[in-house]
Protein backbone atom coordinates (compact mmCIF):
# COMPACT_ATOMS: atom_id res chain seq x y z
CA UNK A 1 0.00 0.00 0.00
CA UNK A 2 1.40 3.60 -0.81
CA UNK A 3 2.20 5.60 1.84
CA UNK A 4 -0.55 7.77 3.64
CA UNK A 5 -1.05 10.36 5.64
CA UNK A 6 -2.86 9.53 8.60
CA UNK A 7 -2.37 12.78 10.67
CA UNK A 8 -5.94 14.20 9.75
CA UNK A 9 -9.29 12.10 9.36
CA UNK A 10 -12.13 13.60 8.25
CA UNK A 11 -15.45 11.52 9.43
CA UNK A 12 -18.19 13.23 6.92
CA UNK A 13 -21.60 14.14 8.31
CA UNK A 14 -24.91 15.25 6.54
CA UNK A 15 -25.32 13.94 2.87
CA UNK A 16 -25.79 17.72 0.46
CA UNK A 17 -23.46 19.46 -1.73
CA UNK A 18 -22.06 21.01 1.72
CA UNK A 19 -21.35 17.60 2.65
CA UNK A 20 -19.27 16.72 -0.47
CA UNK A 21 -17.93 20.22 -0.50
CA UNK A 22 -16.24 20.36 2.81
CA UNK A 23 -15.24 16.55 1.83
CA UNK A 24 -12.94 18.18 -1.09
CA UNK A 25 -11.91 20.96 1.04
CA UNK A 26 -10.58 18.69 3.82
CA UNK A 27 -8.40 16.95 1.24
CA UNK A 28 -7.05 20.42 -0.83
CA UNK A 29 -6.07 20.88 2.74
CA UNK A 30 -4.12 17.56 3.50
CA UNK A 31 -6.34 15.62 4.72
CA UNK A 32 -4.73 12.12 4.48
CA UNK A 33 -8.28 10.17 4.46
CA UNK A 34 -12.14 10.93 4.02
CA UNK A 35 -14.45 8.32 6.02
CA UNK A 36 -17.81 8.21 4.34
CA UNK A 37 -20.38 8.23 7.17
CA UNK A 38 -24.12 8.34 6.76
CA UNK A 39 -25.99 6.13 9.23
CA UNK A 40 -29.35 7.18 8.50
CA UNK A 41 -29.47 6.72 4.78
CA UNK A 42 -30.41 4.16 2.42
CA UNK A 43 -28.05 2.09 0.49
CA UNK A 44 -28.90 3.66 -2.98
CA UNK A 45 -29.36 7.36 -0.96
CA UNK A 46 -25.26 6.61 0.51
CA UNK A 47 -23.98 4.77 -2.63
CA UNK A 48 -24.83 8.16 -4.16
CA UNK A 49 -23.29 10.39 -1.67
CA UNK A 50 -19.82 8.04 -1.74
CA UNK A 51 -19.53 8.62 -5.30
CA UNK A 52 -20.24 12.37 -5.14
CA UNK A 53 -17.34 12.39 -2.55
CA UNK A 54 -14.65 10.24 -4.21
CA UNK A 55 -15.40 12.29 -7.50
CA UNK A 56 -14.50 15.81 -5.57
CA UNK A 57 -12.39 14.62 -3.54
CA UNK A 58 -10.04 13.06 -6.38
CA UNK A 59 -10.12 16.11 -8.46
CA UNK A 60 -9.32 17.96 -5.31
CA UNK A 61 -6.41 16.18 -4.10
CA UNK A 62 -6.11 12.56 -6.12
CA UNK A 63 -3.60 11.06 -2.95
CA UNK A 64 -6.18 11.77 -0.31
CA UNK A 65 -7.94 7.91 0.44
CA UNK A 66 -11.81 7.56 0.63
CA UNK A 67 -13.17 5.24 2.66
CA UNK A 68 -17.29 3.90 3.95
CA UNK A 69 -17.91 3.52 7.56
CA UNK A 70 -19.70 0.22 7.90
CA UNK A 71 -20.82 -0.57 4.41
CA UNK A 72 -18.38 -2.88 2.49
CA UNK A 73 -21.73 -3.43 -0.28
CA UNK A 74 -21.99 0.31 -0.77
CA UNK A 75 -17.83 0.43 -1.31
CA UNK A 76 -17.79 -2.33 -3.45
CA UNK A 77 -20.40 -1.24 -5.48
CA UNK A 78 -19.05 2.16 -5.59
CA UNK A 79 -15.50 0.66 -6.74
CA UNK A 80 -17.36 -1.10 -9.55
CA UNK A 81 -19.07 2.01 -10.75
CA UNK A 82 -15.53 3.49 -11.04
CA UNK A 83 -15.46 5.38 -8.29
CA UNK A 84 -11.86 6.42 -6.50
CA UNK A 85 -13.17 4.57 -3.56
CA UNK A 86 -10.09 2.93 -1.11
CA UNK A 87 -11.77 0.79 1.22
CA UNK A 88 -14.01 0.71 4.41
CA UNK A 89 -14.17 1.67 7.90
CA UNK A 90 -15.09 -1.03 10.22
CA UNK A 91 -16.80 -1.45 13.41
CA UNK A 92 -16.03 -4.77 15.84
CA UNK A 93 -19.91 -6.02 15.06
CA UNK A 94 -19.21 -5.19 11.79
CA UNK A 95 -18.01 -7.80 8.31
CA UNK A 96 -14.87 -9.17 8.96
CA UNK A 97 -11.94 -7.49 8.36
CA UNK A 98 -10.85 -10.43 6.00
CA UNK A 99 -13.79 -10.69 4.39
CA UNK A 100 -13.99 -7.08 3.39
CA UNK A 101 -10.70 -7.42 2.24
CA UNK A 102 -12.07 -10.71 0.22
CA UNK A 103 -14.95 -8.44 -1.33
CA UNK A 104 -13.11 -5.47 -2.35
CA UNK A 105 -9.46 -6.76 -3.39
CA UNK A 106 -6.36 -6.46 -1.69
CA UNK A 107 -5.41 -3.37 -2.42
CA UNK A 108 -8.72 -2.61 -0.33
CA UNK A 109 -7.44 0.16 3.08
CA UNK A 110 -9.77 -1.68 6.07
CA UNK A 111 -9.61 -0.04 9.24
CA UNK A 112 -11.11 -1.06 12.53
CA UNK A 113 -12.33 0.95 15.45
CA UNK A 114 -10.51 -0.76 18.65
CA UNK A 115 -10.79 1.63 21.74
CA UNK A 116 -9.95 -0.58 24.43
CA UNK A 117 -6.51 -2.11 25.54
CA UNK A 118 -8.22 -5.70 24.16
CA UNK A 119 -8.93 -4.51 21.31
CA UNK A 120 -6.07 -3.30 20.48
CA UNK A 121 -4.28 -6.30 21.55
CA UNK A 122 -6.60 -8.38 19.50
CA UNK A 123 -6.06 -6.38 16.26
CA UNK A 124 -2.18 -6.41 17.20
CA UNK A 125 -2.03 -10.24 16.96
CA UNK A 126 -3.91 -10.25 13.52
CA UNK A 127 -1.82 -11.39 10.22
CA UNK A 128 -2.55 -11.65 7.19
CA UNK A 129 -5.64 -10.58 5.35
CA UNK A 130 -7.40 -10.24 9.07
CA UNK A 131 -4.90 -7.52 9.87
CA UNK A 132 -6.36 -3.85 9.74
CA UNK A 133 -4.50 -1.26 8.06
CA UNK A 134 -4.68 1.10 10.68
CA UNK A 135 -6.90 1.42 13.93
CA UNK A 136 -9.37 3.68 15.51
CA UNK A 137 -9.78 4.52 18.87
CA UNK A 138 -12.11 6.71 20.99
CA UNK A 139 -14.37 8.60 22.32
CA UNK A 140 -11.34 11.21 23.06
CA UNK A 141 -14.52 12.34 25.26
CA UNK A 142 -17.86 11.65 25.13
CA UNK A 143 -19.25 12.76 21.17
CA UNK A 144 -22.92 13.99 20.57
CA UNK A 145 -22.38 12.21 17.00
CA UNK A 146 -21.80 8.17 18.04
CA UNK A 147 -22.46 7.11 21.28
CA UNK A 148 -20.12 4.06 22.04
CA UNK A 149 -21.03 2.81 25.65
CA UNK A 150 -17.13 3.22 26.76
CA UNK A 151 -15.46 5.65 29.01
CA UNK A 152 -13.58 8.30 27.13
CA UNK A 153 -9.80 7.23 26.52
CA UNK A 154 -7.93 10.51 27.41
CA UNK A 155 -4.66 11.51 26.58
CA UNK A 156 -2.87 9.03 29.21
CA UNK A 157 -5.12 6.36 27.15
CA UNK A 158 -4.02 7.04 23.78
CA UNK A 159 0.17 6.60 24.80
CA UNK A 160 -1.26 3.10 26.45
CA UNK A 161 -3.35 1.83 23.88
CA UNK A 162 -0.25 3.46 20.85
CA UNK A 163 2.27 1.33 23.03
CA UNK A 164 0.57 -1.79 22.69
CA UNK A 165 0.38 -1.85 18.81
CA UNK A 166 2.77 -1.20 15.57
CA UNK A 167 -0.74 -0.18 13.87
CA UNK A 168 -1.26 3.10 13.27
CA UNK A 169 -3.67 4.69 15.81
CA UNK A 170 -6.02 7.31 15.30
CA UNK A 171 -7.65 9.02 17.73
CA UNK A 172 -11.63 10.02 17.46
CA UNK A 173 -14.39 11.19 19.66
CA UNK A 174 -15.08 15.04 19.86
CA UNK A 175 -11.14 15.91 18.92
CA UNK A 176 -10.93 19.80 18.57
CA UNK A 177 -8.66 22.23 17.68
CA UNK A 178 -6.60 23.01 21.03
CA UNK A 179 -6.33 19.20 21.76
CA UNK A 180 -4.43 17.91 18.47
CA UNK A 181 -1.30 19.15 19.31
CA UNK A 182 -1.32 17.67 22.75
CA UNK A 183 -2.86 13.89 20.98
CA UNK A 184 0.12 14.41 18.25
CA UNK A 185 2.57 13.93 21.49
CA UNK A 186 1.22 10.81 22.24
CA UNK A 187 2.15 7.80 20.19
CA UNK A 188 -0.87 8.25 17.83
CA UNK A 189 -0.50 8.55 13.98
CA UNK A 190 -3.31 10.97 13.69
CA UNK A 191 -7.12 12.34 14.39
CA UNK A 192 -9.97 12.04 13.50
CA UNK A 193 -12.40 14.80 13.05
CA UNK A 194 -15.99 15.66 12.48
CA UNK A 195 -17.97 18.47 13.25
CA UNK A 196 -14.57 20.41 14.02
CA UNK A 197 -14.73 20.63 10.33
CA UNK A 198 -17.91 19.75 8.76
CA UNK A 199 -19.63 22.68 10.92
CA UNK A 200 -17.03 25.12 9.80
CA UNK A 201 -17.89 28.43 7.73
CA UNK A 202 -14.13 27.29 5.71
CA UNK A 203 -13.16 23.98 6.15
CA UNK A 204 -10.34 24.02 4.20
CA UNK A 205 -9.18 26.64 6.93
CA UNK A 206 -9.88 24.90 9.86
CA UNK A 207 -8.11 21.98 8.17
CA UNK A 208 -4.98 23.19 7.23
CA UNK A 209 -5.25 24.51 11.19
CA UNK A 210 -5.42 21.13 12.06
CA UNK A 211 -2.27 19.71 10.59
CA UNK A 212 -0.51 23.10 11.53
CA UNK A 213 -1.10 21.85 15.21
CA UNK A 214 -0.52 18.28 14.45
CA UNK A 215 3.06 19.56 13.13
CA UNK A 216 3.54 21.64 15.95
CA UNK A 217 2.86 19.08 18.59
CA UNK A 218 4.90 16.50 16.82
CA UNK A 219 7.65 18.61 16.75
CA UNK A 220 7.59 19.67 20.03
CA UNK A 221 7.32 15.68 21.33
CA UNK A 222 10.57 15.07 19.41
Given at each position: ?52 VADSVASAAPSTRVIVNDR ?151
Open positions: MRMIDWRLHLVTSGSGADTVAAAAAAARAGAGIVQVRAKDLLAADLLDLVCRVDVAWAARRMGARVHGVHLGQRDVAVRDARAMLGADALVGLTAGTANFVREAESRRGPSRPDYLGAGPFRPTPTKSVGRPPVGLDGYVALAALTSLPVVAIGDVRRADVAELAGTGVAGVAVVREVMDAAEPELVARSLLAEWDRGEQGSV
